[in-house]
């Protein structure tokens, strides 16, 4: 089954890259209030269980370290 | 309101940093049969109307040069 991963800065961090993003996009005229950049990792999985996917997902994520607790957050969709 | 943006590499494509956690997660024991890495953007827009905000940010990503057609393929989320 495919599963999706999206991991964001956490609000209290200042994310450099979406601030670059944002006064790019208001330099060229664009209108918007703030942008935040982050990773979307979509990975196919063997098991078809949702139960057994969403624990598989949150193992590899806090022990294969596919992110960083610290300063990221993330968001497991099923898609 | 809030609009994602994915950014995903297209299927084509040779995707080295998701084949890079692929083989990474399979060394640590981990079942999977592929992953691909892309960005994900979070927009706060000014504008309240979806229909707008779905034109804002399609100009954004192709005038502004959020993303490479070429190499990238995209969707909007509405948050």
């Known amino acids: 089954m495919k599963v999706g991963i999206k991991i964001m800065p956490r609000d209290v961090i200042l994310d450099t890259q979406g601030r670059a993003v944002e006064n ?3 330099a060229n005229g664009f209108e918007l209030q703030s942008c935040r950049v982050g990773k979307f990792l979509e990975l196919s999985l ?3 269980d949702q ?3 969403q624990a ?3 193992k590899m994520l806090k022990q294969g370290g596919l ?3 610290l ?3 993330f968001e497991i969709q099923f898609m």
Do not use: R
């Open 24 to 26: 790019s996009m208001k």
């Open 46 to 48: 063997v098991t078809a």
């Open 51 to 53: 139960i057994k996917a």
């Open 56 to 58: 598989d997902v949150e």
């Open 67 to 69: 992110y960083n607790p």
């Open 71 to 73: 300063i990221e957050k």
